[in-house]
Structures are given as structure tokens and as C-alpha cells.
């Protein structure tokens, strides 16, 4: 049996960024800082090194925006079985 340590300590894992905080005005004035950072720093840049920090900042922003994602697997061997047992205690949403 492999070693299902890390599996749980991904499972357990609480992020702590701001940025994935339930609280709206939270990530707002983190992104807008994350912004104020980029401008401050891109002030001497070419137009095209400005244009990627842009494009970064803003797919950034469209996943962190985006709900979040339950991904349901079942997987089968040739023989009808169950391929992967997978015990992952994720929280419920409440949607």
C-alpha cells in the first residue's frame, strides 16, 4: 500500500493568502495592493513587459474570482473494478 500521507496533508491544507479569504473587501484591497506593487515596480518597463504584467494580473484576478471547482473521479480497470480507492474527507459546500 503506497504512502497516503500526502494526500491527507493536501486535503487538510487551509490556505492563508488573503487572497482566498471569504471576505470581499479583503481580497479586493489585496489585489488592488498586488496592482499598486506591479505599477511601482513596471514604472521603468518597456510597453510589452507592461502588457504581460497586465495579462498576468488580470487572469490572476479571473481565477481567483471563479467559484470553487468539485471534481468527482471513477475510475475502472478492464475488469469492472474500482481502479482507486481515494478516502479524501473534503468539507462539504454549502451551496
Keep these: 500500500m503506497q504512502n497516503d500521507d500526502s494526500l491527507k496533508n493536501l486535503a487538510a ?15 479586493r484591497a489585496t489585489l488592488l495592493g498586488l496592482a499598486q506593487q506591479m505599477v511601482e515596480k513596471n514604472a521603468r518597463k518597456s510597453v510589452g513587459e507592461l502588457l504581460n504584467s497586465v495579462l498576468a494580473l ?19 480497470s478492464p475488469n469492472g473494478n474500482r481502479a482507486i480507492l481515494w478516502d479524501y474527507k473534503a468539507k462539504e459546500l454549502n451551496d
Design 58 to 76: 488580470s487572469s490572476r484576478t479571473r481565477r481567483i474570482l471563479k467559484p470553487t471547482v468539485t471534481i468527482e473521479l471513477d475510475v475502472f
Design 13 to 27: 491544507f487551509t490556505p492563508k493568502s488573503p487572497l482566498a479569504s471569504d471576505d470581499y473587501k479583503l481580497r
